[in-house]
């Protein structure tokens, strides 16, 4: 006969649930559990936070190469007046200077400038869209492609840009209503309209210049809000 007590009075001695709970010694001096008790309850785990990129997933667009354009633009100008003089006499009306087609010495880094602008538009929307646990509401190619209608592109270049602010004023812990906002969405929009009308009316150099520097205010919140380190709760 044996003297276990668990034994003699038919119960478990593999210390099952349907047994009786009985107080478990704790750990020895060595921090052991004694062998034959069951380790103490883990607490549940705190849930896992998400942290979010301190770098841009993708470069940023690099915008020497705008400035670069803007004057190879005005050097086409200087080349284009050596040739043709009589550029230097003004337009009659405001309605020719917005429908003559400049020189080709001019033409052509304007449209390179204005298609590198789209591609920075784009690549600012694609390292949005880039970001984990969170959904930009404006895709890059609704961002580029919105501004080929026609009207509705002056309206245009003020909605993305507000959207970019509130992505940057969110990462900086200022929502928009609340406080000052650190980036303003309209100063793009105003930047982009006064750069074309100094294109039309005052120097197409001066005024891709304008463009890109607008273009940097956007660039240099976003890289400098997506360099402060932030966690999202999954």
């Known amino acids: 006969m044996t003297d276990d007590p668990n034994l003699k009075s038919g119960g478990d001695p593999f210390n099952s649930a349907e047994s009786p709970v009985t107080d478990s010694p704790g750990p020895d001096s060595r921090g052991e559990v004694p062998s034959g008790e069951d380790p103490p309850a883990e607490q549940p785990a705190a849930p896992e936070r998400a942290a979010l ?107 993305w840009p507000k959207e970019v602010a509130k992505f940057v004023n969110a990462r900086f812990e200022m929502p928009a209503g609340f406080g000052m906002p650190l980036m303003r969405g309209w100063v793009f929009g105003v930047g982009a309209i006064g750069a074309m009308l100094c294109q039309i009316f005052l120097d197409p150099g001066m005024g891709i210049a304008l463009l890109f520097i607008s273009t940097a205010y956007v660039g240099g919140f976003l890289s400098r809000a997506l360099s402060i380190p932030s966690e999202l709760p999954r």
């Open 53 to 159: 990129p301190t770098a841009p997933l993708l470069p940023m667009p690099k915008l020497w190469i705008g400035y670069a354009l803007a004057a190879a633009t005005f050097a086409g100008e200087m080349i284009a007046i050596a040739r043709h003089p009589e550029l230097l006499d003004p337009p009659d009306s405001a309605k020719d200077a917005i429908l003559s087609v400049p020189p080709l010495e001019v033409f052509l880094p304007l449209f390179v400038s204005y298609v590198f602008w789209m591609v920075c538009i784009h690549r600012y929307h694609k390292i949005l869209a880039a970001i984990p646990h969170y959904k930009h509401p404006i895709s890059p190619a609704k961002a580029v492609g919105f501004h080929f209608i026609p009207f509705f592109w002056l309206v245009w270049v003020f909605i």
